[in-house]
């Protein structure tokens, strides 16, 4: 299973960004996906989260600004970044929770590489 993030950048503040996911491999069935988020000298802290369900969530620190979807090609995901501000800078990393075969009978955490968004003047 790999994960793929592209989308990130160089943004001034006010600018907004489109990060994408692309989960690819054996997939026998995909729970959740989401975004976390990782500054320099910080933990990785979540962003958002989008379940099977279509229920969302996301940190405090987003609400209203930051907005996950699905795409239409399966296993698809955006973040759509808006009203970006400084502390927003940080390597924004794709999650899914992935069961690769169906005798697994556990959801398995995978992660993408991470891609740079930097939001500065």
């Known amino acids: 299973v790999q994960l793929v993030e592209s989308g990130g950048g160089r943004v001034q503040p006010g600018g907004t960004l489109r990060l994408s996911c692309v989960a690819s491999?054996?997939?026998?069935?995909?729970?959740?996906m989401g975004w976390y988020r990782q500054a320099p000298g910080k933990q990785r802290e979540l962003v958002a989260t989008?379940?099977?369900?279509?229920?969302?969530t996301y940190a405090d620190s987003v609400k209203d600004r930051f907005i996950i979807s699905r795409g239409d090609v399966k296993y698809t995901m955006y973040l759509q970044m808006n009203s970006l501000k400084p502390e927003d800078t940080a390597v924004y990393f794709c999650?899914?929770?992935?069961?690769?075969?169906?005798?697994?009978?556990?959801?398995?955490?995978?992660w993408g590489q991470g891609t740079q968004v930097t939001v500065s003047l």
């Open positions: 989008l379940t099977g369900d279509d229920t969302r």
């Open positions: 999650h899914a929770a992935i069961r690769p075969a169906h005798d697994e009978p556990y959801y398995n955490d995978y």
């Open positions: 491999g054996s997939i026998f069935s995909l729970n959740r």
